[in-house]
T-cell receptor, first 112, second 116 residues
Framework: NAGVTQTPKFQVLKTGQSMTLQCAQD?????MYWYRQDPGMGLRLIYYSASEGTTDKGEVPNGYNVSRLNKREFSLRLESAAPSQTSVYFCASSPGVAGQQYFGPGTRLTVT | QKEVEQDPGPLSVPEGAIVSLNCTYS??????FMWYRQYSRKGPELLMY????GNKEDGRFTAQVDKSSKYISLFIRDSQPSDSATYLC????????????????FGKGTKLSVIP
């Protein structure tokens, strides 16, 4: 049981490049989330998916798109990366119990 | 004003000390209160959660919620070097949630170092 896995672990992009961050969970959870974590800003919700086939914006969705490919997988896409998107990105999943979210190990993204 | 405020520290204590970590929140609609622990370069992990006011104890850890003053606390007894991490408080407003998807609001985290 791997829990929540994220790929890649590290990535460096040039401004304007695109990339997709992958997330998968093997806990049969319905809900999945993407956060970014920046120094002094804490964890901020980018997008979430309450169930397969649905996605909704969080606090900071601009510049991102998401796809809930199936119940296991939830990807985050940066279409045209900007230096302001330099951050650590965390994926999480939830069994639908209040307060309980399980996080992946994160992706460290640098945009130059 | 951010909905959840947390002193970022850093906080440094000697091994064996009692640690008190605190958060305040502004929205009286929050009903669930959580503490997550995050080791360096790792993802956060759920440490404790409580519903409404009161205390909850788990080993050396006690979570306390005072809804009248909108104050959340985490106490760590007999602190150990392995407790060195960043501690994030979080709240959940069921009014924001639907279809089993719970949106959490996090504090910025307090970095704790326990010195042997």
């Amino acid at each position: 049981n791997a829990g929540v896995t994220q790929t890649p672990k590290f990535q460096v992009l040039k401004t304007g490049q695109s990339m997709t961050l992958q997330c998968a969970q093997d806990m049969n959870h319905n809900s999945m989330y993407w956060y970014r974590q920046d120094p002094g800003m804490g964890l901020r919700l980018i997008y979430y998916s309450a169930s397969e086939g649905t996605t909704d914006k969080g606090e900071v969705p601009n510049g991102y798109n998401v796809s809930r490919l199936n119940k296991r997988e939830f990807s985050l896409r940066l279409e045209s990366a900007a230096p302001s998107q330099t951050s650590v990105y965390f994926c999480a999943s939830s069994p639908g119990v209040a307060g309980q979210q399980y996080f992946g190990p994160g992706t460290r993204l640098t945009v130059t | 004003q951010k909905e959840v405020e947390q002193d970022p520290g850093p906080l440094s204590v000697p091994e064996g000390a009692i640690v008190s970590l605190n958060c305040t929140y502004s929205n009286s609609a929050f009903q669930y209160f959580m503490w997550y622990r995050q080791y360096s370069r790792k993802g956060p992990e759920l440490l404790m959660y409580t519903y409404s006011s009161g205390n909850k104890e788990d080993g050396r850890f006690t979570a306390q919620v005072d809804k009248s003053s909108k104050y959340i606390s985490l106490f760590i007894r007999d602190s150990q070097p392995s407790d060195s991490a960043t501690y994030l408080c979080a709240t959940e407003n069921v009014a924001y949630s639907g279809a089993g998807s719970y949106q959490l609001t996090f504090g910025k985290g307090t970095k704790l170092s326990v010195i042997p």
